[in-house]
């Protein structure tokens, strides 16, 4: 029966409030479409859920299972279904170049240098970027870095990609190579973002305010409700009133 299929994103009563501050609040969440975007203003919790959903954060409450896995409990497991791409790459880079950047978390992954070596090669060549390998990354514009993130963490093949504002920063030829990339990926991806317009072609918006999910669904019915919201508060906002 369909409906004992789990979800492949499955959060129950979630959780978060380091420093006795609530960021998160009873949120439950049951997604297996391929294309999800979560909304919202700043600081309201976007970036904790997506920690959360990668099981970088544990919830002080409520669980989370990545295609069945949890993912807070069972690290080994949760590098195989879920990868995360940030928004700056500077954040997740440790490796000088970029073979090494992206053969480490295949060797995480458990697999041999040899094997990790050879899905190095394949991933590079994929993208037509088979002349990085031995490249120094800091060398590399953001852009390029952003890919070469994107390159180590397609290798690992998750089941679900989170993106926290993977556009952020990249010029608009850079971000619309990126946005072509990431529509060819199978997985599914998680895509946080403040712009409506690059998920409006998503299956379902989640909008998230101050810790709770105000709205979900789809697309053409999500967005222009958050939108409107969010020029309503432009209106009369000022900066001493953000979220937090
Ligand atoms: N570990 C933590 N300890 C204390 N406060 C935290 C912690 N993590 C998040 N917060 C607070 O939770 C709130 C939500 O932060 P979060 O980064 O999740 O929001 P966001 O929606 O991603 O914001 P933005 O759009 O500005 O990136 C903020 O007020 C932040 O200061």
């Known amino acids: ?92 880079i440790i490796f000088p170049t970029v073979e090494e950047e992206i053969g480490f978390g295949l060797t995480q992954l458990g697999q041999s240098k040899a094997e990790a070596a050879r899905n190095v090669t394949a991933i590079l060549e994929r993208f037509g970027k088979s002349h990085w390998a031995r490249a120094a990354i800091h060398r590399l514009s953001q852009g390029q870095r952003q890919l070469v993130c994107l390159m180590a963490v397609l290798a690992m093949r998750p089941k679900v990609i989170l993106l926290d504002e993977p556009f952020a920063g990249l010029d608009i030829p850079t971000s619309l190579h990126l946005e072509r990339v990431l529509d060819g990926i199978d997985a599914t991806l998680l895509q946080i973002t403040h712009d409506p317009a690059t998920v409006q072609h998503y299956d379902r918006v989640v909008w998230l305010d101050e810790g709770s999910i105000r709205q979900q669904g789809a697309p053409a019915v999500v967005l222009p409700a958050f939108t409107a919201a969010m020029t309503e508060l432009g209106g009369v906002d000022d900066l001493s009133d953000l979220a937090g």
Do not use: C, W, Y
């Not at 960021?23 to 297996?32: E, M, P, T």
């Open 1 to 92: 029966m369909e409906a004992d299929i789990p979800p492949l994103i499955a959060l129950e009563n979630v959780q978060f409030a380091p420093e006795a501050t609530p960021v998160l609040r009873d949120i439950s969440l049951r997604a297996s479409e391929r294309r999800i975007a979560i909304v919202g203003r700043n600081g309201s919790g976007k970036t904790s859920l997506a920690r959360i959903i990668a099981g970088l954060v544990l919830p002080d409450e409520g669980r989370v299972r990545i295609a069945g896995v949890d993912v807070g409990k069972d690290r080994r497991a949760a590098l195989k279904v879920v990868g995360v791409l940030f928004q700056n790459p500077d954040h997740q």
